[in-house]
């Protein structure tokens, strides 16, 4: 382990950009693709921040194959796809995220039309990655001025990914298993690979599971909307449909789905796991501490600095100079007038804040960020932490302690230079932090 590092900002952003692409979304879906006796696809549906780096990668296997895509905005489709779509192979669809537009409606709608024109023995291979819960929009019982409004409010009352997708399979005619079922329905078999961006890599939770059965329920969704305090008419109007029986419920297991095959191909973990394989190179000790941590954003930075506090106390889990590593998905519950940021740059503003007045952050750098290159509402993919990052806030009158309680972080680290731009990345495995504690 060196005594020093020379540029610690410098080796977290690579570290960064190295397990991006040691976990590269085409080289992951080529690799499964190419393994023997895998199902000529008749039909790919590429889904997800993830969606056009897995197509271009199944292309490049299946050339022939019919397409079509739903990506988010900002994502360009590479040469090869673009051509294909010229050639009228298929079609790509950009739309917003996190909160659906007509766009993905258009999409979506026309994702089904396709799906219900495949014949008996032919086959559909799905590519999902996180986001396309949004992408992937066709309201069911409500309008998407409604499904719009009751997304963004449970975003801003902080609610985790399970909560948001449940209610979302309830409110959908291809979410919850919907959309294989619709294949199913034409005795087409469906193959779904998934790059994950939940804790515990569910895959009935990633994408809100369009292949995958549902375990959830109208009640469960109702449940959510009650924990939340959400009112929504239309909405619970529905849901007590769903539970009276007088609308059908999400699919749920059954030997209907004995010819569809779901996998998970990448995850948090994989990231994690390339992140300290990169330091490893440089002679960095590094610590995963796991790739579960949810909860609130500023609770896990709370954590984070009492795994420091104890690492200077008592060399627990390791002496310093090491790398703590952690992933996972935190949440920002949102006040009524939140300012410009997300859960990474949260989590990096109250990790300075937790180990200021102990002085402890004089020998911390470190990087926190999303896989995806977007960072909640801001344009950044997260923040770097530097020993003199509160010292140089206040040098530009900033007041830290306020920017945190107006969820105004990324205004702060961009205030000082230190945001990680990127722009999308084409990936999404949940979240990446990297402490390095000299």
Known sequence: MPASIPDPRALLEATYHAALQA??????????????????????????????????????????ARFLALAPDGLTPSPAVQLAVQHGQGEVHVARHPVPD????????????????????????????????????????????QKQALTQELLA???????????RKHLSRVKGGRLAQAALKRGA???????SDVIGDDPSVIASGPTVPDPTTFADALAVLDRFGLEHPAVRAHLHQGIRGEIPETPKPSSAFATVQTEVIGSNGLLLNAAAA???LFGVRAVILGDSFGGEARELAATHANIIRGIYTSGTPAPPPVALISGGETTVTLGSAPGIGGRNQEFALALLLELELEDLGQTLWGLSA?????????????????PDSLMR????????????????????????????????????LNDLRVLLVL
Not at 157 to 167: P, R
């Open 23 to 64: 976990t590269d979304a085409g080289d992951l879906v080529r690799a499964r693709l190419l393994q023997p006796g895998f199902p000529v696809p008749t039909l790919i549906a590429a889904i997800g921040k993830a969606s056009l780096p897995m197509l271009d990668a199944a292309l490049s296997v299946y050339p022939a």
């Open 102 to 145: 007509e766009r993905g409606v258009r999409g979506a709608a026309r994702l089904l039309e396709w799906v219900g024109q495949l014949q008996a023995g032919q086959h559909l291979l799905v590519l999902g990655s996180g986001g396309g819960s949004a992408l992937l929009c066709a309201p069911w019982g409500v309008t998407l001025a």
């Open 157 to 167: 009352s902080g609610a985790g990914i399970h909560d948001l997708n449940t209610v």
């Open 189 to 195: 078999s469906v193959t779904a690979l998934l790059l």
């Open 278 to 280: 990169h330091l490893k």
């Open 370 to 386: 999303g896989s995806d290159g977007i960072d909640g509402v801001s344009t950044a993919a997260g923040a770097f932490l530097t």
């Open 393 to 428: 806030a206040r040098a530009l009158g900033l007041d830290p302690a306020v920017a945190l309680h107006c969820h105004d972080s990324g205004s702060f680290f961009a205030a000082l230079g230190d945001a990680l731009m990127t722009g999308p990345t084409g990936q999404n």
